[in-house]
Structure formats: C-alpha cells, structure tokens
C-alpha cells in the first residue's frame, strides 16, 4: 500500500548500493498511532539527528527556563548562560548534536504570537526555529548537529537565547515557554573518527551591511558561509504573499480585513486592515568588502495566524510543515575569496535580505567558517573573476490586476529573478596552486491572484489569494591542485509553495527538496537525495470549528554510503491517524550513515577527508 499522495522521488541514481536500489518496489508497513487532539504531541517525519556508536558525554546547557516575553532569556539575574566543553570528552569529537526542548502549558499559546526561538554561542548561531501553536498545551524538540562547529566548542563561551514574537498589547505571553537544551558529544574512535571540521567559526549574526569588520588568519585555504534568515515582524512574517506597493495604492481593496496579514485587535477592538504590501521577491546578498560574493535562498516559512478573524493555526497541528521547528541553514561557498581573505586587513561580510521592507522585519543568523593550511602561515594569490559584480538583485514584476464594474479587483502578479554567476580565484600553498570556482545560479518566481472585494458594509467582504511560489538555487564548487581536481560540489536547493487561501478556509502544499553530488578522492561520488513535503487543508464553518482538518507530510532521504529513510504521515481532524516507516527501503527499514545529514543542514564530507 502507499501512503497517501506524497511519495519519494523513484529515479535514484546509479551510485547508490543495489541493495537500496532493488528495494525501490517493496511496500512499506503501516499502523496506526492513536493520539489524543489536546494531548499537545508535535509529530513530525522527519528523522532525528544520526549517531554513531557508544555513549556521548552531555553538557547541559539550561533546564526549564522561564521565558515569559519576547527577548532574550535570563538566567539567575544575567541574559547569559555558561557553557564549556565536557571534561570527561576533551576531544576530537566525531559528532556533536544539540538538543532543546520547548513547551508551553497554556491552551491560548497559540494567540502568542511566537514567531522564532534562537540560540548562540558567543554570538555563533546553533539553533533557529519557530513555535508549534496548538490549542492546548504543547511541547517540541529539535536536533542540530553542530559538529562542524566543533573549533567553536573547544572553549568555554557565553550564550544566549531569545525568543521573537508580537504578544498582543504588550510584550508578555499568556503563560510562560519552558525551554530546555543539551548539548552531546561523541569521542572518536577507530570505527567512527572524527572528522576535519573547519579552523575557526566567527560570528556574522545579524550584521546586516554595517560590521562587524573581521580581521582572519593569513592561511586562508577555504571559505564557508552558514546563513539562516527569518522574519520577525510586519508585512516579512508572509512576505512570499506581498503585492508591489504600487498595486496597494492603486487598487485599495487589496487591504482587506480578511486577507493574510500581520494584524491584530486593538484595545477597541476595531476591524484591523489586512494585506501585505512591498513586493514578493526576497533573496540574501552576500558580499565582502562591497563586492557581491554570493546569493542565498530565503525559505517560505508561513506564520501559522494568517488572519485575526478566525483560527488558522491548527492547519500545522499535529504535524507542522516543513522547517517550521527548525531552520536549516543555507552554505554560501566563498573559497574563490580566500588570497583576499588572507590579506591580513580587516574585511566587511555583508549580509542583507534583497526587498525586505525594513531591516528589523527579517533577521539574518551567520557564521562564517574557516579553513586554514596547516603547511603555511601565509597564503597568496588573488581573485580572478567575478561575474555576480554586474548582476544585482533586480526581479521584474509583470502585473495584470484590474477593477471591473462590481468593484471586484482580480488578476495576476508575477515576479521574475533570474541570475547565474561565476566566480574564481586561486591561492598557492604549501601544497602548490589550488584553483577554486564557484558556478551559481538562483532562479526566483513568485505568482500571486488574489480576488477581493471590498464593499463599505463588512458583512460583504471577499477575499481570495493563491500563491505559487518557486524558489530553485544551484551550486557548483570546485577545486583544482596543480590542474588536477580534488573536490567536486554539486548542490540544488528547491523550496516550493503553492496556498489557496480563503476566509475560514487554507490549502497549504509545500516542499523542501534537496540534490547533491560531491566527489572526493577518497570516497569517489557522494550522492544524495532529501523530499520532505506536506499538504495541509483546513477549513471552518461560520462557528470557527472544522468541517475539514486534514494533511499528508511525506520525509524521505538517501545517500550513496547506504542511508534510506522515508515516512509518511496521515492527520486527520488534529491527530495521526496512519504512519508508515521504512516506505521503499531495503526490509522496510529506516536506516542512516552516522555522518550523513538527512535534515538538509550543510556536510562538509569531514568524514571523508584525510
């Protein structure tokens, strides 16, 4: 049998084991998981980080503190908490994972509105996400493997954690979140060593275009970016359903009480305009020293309270869509930049978010990552193309709206991006010459048709939006010794949406997939696949109560060192109804490599280098 509609893709390719690839036809298993509508349970696909053998010393970082506002946490009188290295585990590590915790115990938590939860380490980012909303109390766990920040581990630090939302009226929550997080670590063995992990991690966060300057060793051999980007607050919180400003003014039922919008009752109550203004189009720049160094992708993430006027957060209940509890971060290779990185001269990684509205809407979380060559203190060379330099952001919006005689404004608007780039430079080292390129691409388009109609009685209202959005970026790495190629990487990122939103009714189609294909001299092709999709429906009768409350969540990964892995999810008025495990791999087992990465977050393959 097969669960529901989502499925894995099926044309795996060659490289992986015949033993995965002759499984491609069996059937998975299926039961059913009774669970209660108010229990609070967070269920979701998707695998927890993979481990390897033998027991990991814990270092726990806090339990059950108390955050009863937005921003930072506070730990006995101080907003930040020690961490330092676990004694028993001194290192190297082959794996680091960190885990939190969050819950919240009272039934209007959902009315809070969290948007994300964040988490440093001297300012390093190691965890952001946003809020499971249920009706009731509830409580959700994420995992991160951070052991490619494993330099960053190797000391004591200072943390931090924050929480960012818009409560209603003030900056309280009904009732306090709980947040609780640990931090594992792996020693190494002969089965499962460690693996090479970056030199240095430095802090970017939140920088924006204005610093901090950062001033890098003089051995510089590669270069790394780890980017996550979420909204905060305002028009951001649903950017990918923003019409051109333009459109706002002239076709003004466009501010619709019941469109998708940020706000909320005041004090009196009165019907708050809704609707988001400033365009569609979104995109992480990234550039060193002013000069454009690469683009990031920003994921979809939708804010589960569409609109004040009735109840939309049980659409991601039980099971939310993807990265909504945890935000995967996107690599931006800057290898091609590493002569002018090692210059010895400070040097300015600019980060800002391409059509965001206002720079405190949309937050950036980065760190920038080092490697250095061990056989030299110094390396030269330069960069020597760059062709990101004359393409700047500039989406095209084609607009079709219109009014007709009934006063109904309807038509499209579509916005276009479309860029490919090439960067290169080289360095020489203690090994000799190493030429690196860098071939982007980042194709963006965003379809928007709304329907509204917007009499002076309220009781005639009507709005209608359907979205399709399609963000696909592209990456290929590469790095020549001597003329002779040593690292090979391929990457595509894909994040689609497609909303049909309604007043009192939501379809929601989503998807985060992932294709990579690395070589290493060691290992030869290293392949992988990630698919994890949901479809959620929700729809209410004039009472607010559901007449339709469904949703199909599919997860499934592979790679070539034998990793597969899919579940699929059936929900079905708030709870799982059907779950099946195992879907298409070998003995309807879910298994996964101790390295790999089924959660999309960035491999550097340290496993596989000398």
């Not at 809070?112 to 996400?129: E, K, R």
């Not at 004359?390 to 579509?414: F, H, I, K, M, Y």
């Not at 399709?468 to 990487?489: C, M, P, Q």
């Amino acid at each position: 049998r097969t669960a529901g509609v989502l499925h894995a893709p099926s044309g795996w390719p060659a490289a992986f084991p015949p033993a995965v690839r002759s499984a491609a036809a069996e059937a998975g298993t299926s039961y059913t998981i009774p669970r209660a509508i108010d229990s609070g349970d967070v269920v979701t696909p998707s695998p927890e980080v993979p481990r390897p053998a033998g027991v990991p010393c814990e270092v726990e970082l806090f339990q059950n503190v108390e955050m009863d506002r937005i921003g930072i946490a506070w730990f006995n009188g101080d907003g930040v908490f020690p961490y330092a290295p676990p004694a028993a585990c001194p290192g190297p590590w082959a794996k680091v994972v960190l885990k939190m915790t969050l819950r919240n115990d009272s039934t209007y938590s959902y009315l809070d509105g969290f948007t994300y939860a964040s988490l440093w380490l001297d300012g390093v980012p190691l965890y952001s996400g946003g809020a499971q909303d249920n009706m009731g109390p509830t409580r959700w766990t994420i995992e991160r493997d951070v052991t490619d920040y494993s330099a960053h581990l190797k000391a004591p630090r200072d943390g931090t954690l924050r929480i960012d939302g818009t409560p209603r009226y003030t900056d309280e929550f009904y009732s306090p979140y709980y947040v609780s997080a640990t931090m594992q670590f792996y020693p190494a063995t002969a089965v499962n060593p460690a693996p090479r992990v970056p030199d240095e991690i430095h802090d970017l966060t939140g920088w924006g275009e204005g610093g901090p300057e950062v001033v890098l060793p003089r051995n510089v051999e590669r270069a790394y970016l780890d980017v996550m980007t979420h909204p905060n607050y305002g028009n951001d919180l649903f950017w990918f359903t923003c019409m051109p400003a333009a459109a706002m003014v002239e076709f003004p039922e466009l501010t619709n009480r019941l469109a998708i919008g940020p706000n909320r009752f005041g004090l009196e109550l009165e019907p708050p305009p809704q609707g988001c203004s400033g365009g569609a189009f979104r995109e992480v720049q990234v550039s060193i020293d002013g000069q454009p160094a690469g683009v990031a992708p920003v994921f979809p993430r939708l804010y589960p309270s569409f609109n004040v006027y009735w109840n939309t957060t049980r659409i991601a209940r039980p099971s939310p869509p993807p990265q909504a509890l945890n935000l995967v971060p996107y690599r931006v290779d800057l290898t091609p930049f590493a002569a002018v990185l090692s210059d010895g001269a400070p040097h300015l990684i600019g980060i800002q978010v391409a059509g965001s509205s206002h720079s405190l809407h949309m937050t950036t979380l980065a760190a920038l990552l080092i490697y250095r060559d061990p056989g030299t203190a110094q390396v030269t060379g330069q960069l020597t193309r760059n062709t990101l330099v004359d393409q700047p952001p500039a989406p095209t919006v084609a607009n079709t709206l219109s009014r007709n005689a009934a006063g109904e404004v309807s038509g499209e608007v579509r916005t276009v991006s479309a860029r490919n780039y090439v960067i290169e430079g080289y360095i020489d080292t203690s090994r000799g010459r190493i030429r690196n390129t860098v071939e982007g691409n980042a194709r963006f388009e965003n379809v928007l048709a709304p329907y509204s109609l917007d009499p002076p009685d309220l009781d005639g209202d009507v709005y209608r939006l359907a979205v399709d959005h399609r963000n696909t970026v592209s990456a290929v790495s590469k790095r020549y010794l001597g003329g002779r190629l040593i690292a090979e990487d391929r990457a595509v990122t894909r994040y689609p949406l497609v909303l049909a939103y309604a007043f009192r009714s939501a379809d929601l189609q989503q998807r985060f997939v992932q294709e990579t294909e690395r070589w290493r001299p060691n290992i030869g092709r290293h392949i992988t696949r990630l698919n994890h999709e949901a479809g959620l429906t929700l729809a209410v009768d004039e009472d607010g109560q559901p007449v339709l409350w469904q949703g199909q969540h599919g997860y499934s990964f592979r790679d070539s060192q034998g990793s597969c892995y899919q579940t699929d999810l059936t929900t079905q008025d708030g709870a799982v109804t059907d779950e099946l495990t195992g879907v298409n791999c070998p003995g309807r087992v879910n298994r996964l490599f101790w390295a790999s990465h089924p959660d999309g977050s960035p491999d550097s393959l340290g496993w596989a280098e000398p």
